[in-house]
């Protein structure tokens, strides 16, 4: 063996024995592993597209994904197509929905507050529906990845679910409530918030603080298409 050839032990120790690895083609599997609670808060640009990645991770490898998005309004910059929803649509096994409208709560901004709380209403009640079809399925099995949600599916982003109830528009025992109703096998994702959310330190298995260093919004730079949406 010469001195550049790395020993076979450190070969085996690296991801895919060295290898590089290839695209595959996507076929209905199920996860091993999954069953877990995580929690992504924090003041920095980048909540959504870190759980958003995450989904799109799983369902590369086959597991079955579903999205729902509280409170997505977004601010008169942001267009109403985005590009998320338009790769989601090209992509097998992962899925959304959005109930949200234009504008944030508690933002001046000309939207309805009461709108915003009978949506937030309307998601916690859609969330526990997801969450039950979640149970009725065999998560131990790959599900179809073109079956609407309602027949379950191995992952749940609820996103910005945190920060409705950081506004009050669902309350902190509602989040408990869906930690509650989550089934076994299922990995249960919730985003949003600016507010530490420690009434779940407790309850989930990892919760990430996404921070803000630095961010152009501060100089006036508007959301940008491909970035922001």
Same mark, same amino acid.
């Given at each position: 063996?010469?001195?550049?050839?790395? %020993?076979?032990?450190?070969? @085996?120790?690296?991801? $895919?024995?060295? &290898?590089?690895? /290839?695209?595959?083609?996507?076929?209905?599997? *199920?996860?091993?592993?999954?069953?877990?609670?995580?929690?992504?808060?924090?003041?920095?640009?980048?909540?959504?597209?870190?759980?958003?990645?995450?989904?799109?991770?799983?369902?590369?490898?086959?597991?079955?994904?579903?999205?729902?998005?509280?409170?997505?309004?977004?601010?008169?910059?942001?267009?109403?197509?985005?590009?998320?929803?338009?790769?989601?649509?090209?992509?097998?096994?992962?899925?959304?929905?959005?109930?949200?409208?234009?504008?944030?709560?508690?933002?001046?901004?000309?939207?309805?507050? %009461?709108?915003?709380?009978? @949506?937030?209403?309307? $998601?916690?009640? &859609?969330?526990? /529906?997801?969450?039950?079809?979640?149970?009725? *399925?065999?998560?131990?099995?790959?599900?179809?990845?073109?079956?609407?949600?309602?027949?379950?599916?191995?992952?749940?982003?609820?996103?910005?679910?945190?920060?409705?109830?950081?506004?009050?528009?669902?309350?902190?025992?509602?989040?408990?409530?869906?930690?509650?109703?989550?089934?076994?096998?299922?990995?249960?994702?919730?985003?949003?918030?600016?507010?530490?959310?420690?009434?779940?330190?407790?309850?989930?298995?990892?919760?990430?603080?996404?921070?803000?260093?630095?961010?152009?919004?501060?100089?006036?730079?508007?959301?940008?298409?491909?970035?922001?949406?």
């Amino acid at each position: 063996m010469s001195d550049n050839q790395p %020993a076979e032990s450190a070969i @085996e120790n690296t991801p $895919g024995q060295g &290898r590089t690895p /290839e695209a595959q083609r996507i076929e209905p599997s *199920a996860p091993e592993e999954f069953g877990l609670v995580q929690v992504w808060w924090g003041d920095g640009k980048g909540k959504t597209t870190a759980t958003l990645g995450m989904g799109v991770r799983a369902a590369g490898h086959g597991y079955r994904v579903h999205m729902l998005q509280f409170m997505k309004g977004g601010a008169s910059s942001v267009e109403a197509v985005r590009g998320e929803y338009n790769a989601i649509e090209a992509l097998p096994g992962i899925s959304y929905e959005n109930l949200g409208h234009y504008g944030w709560h508690g933002m001046a901004d000309g939207s309805d507050e %009461a709108d915003h709380e009978a @949506e937030a209403e309307a $998601g916690l009640d &859609r969330a526990h /529906e997801l969450l039950e079809a979640a149970t009725d *399925a065999d998560l131990d099995a790959p599900l179809d990845l073109d079956a609407p949600p309602e027949d379950g599916m191995h992952m749940l982003i609820l996103d910005e679910v945190l920060y409705a109830a950081d506004r009050g528009l669902i309350s902190e025992d509602d989040v408990h409530g869906l930690i509650d109703a989550k089934p076994d096998g299922l990995e249960l994702v919730l985003s949003g918030s600016h507010v530490e959310p420690s009434y779940l330190e407790e309850r989930a298995d990892l919760i990430t603080n996404v921070r803000k260093m630095k961010h152009p919004i501060d100089d006036g730079q508007r959301a940008r298409r491909g970035t922001e949406f």
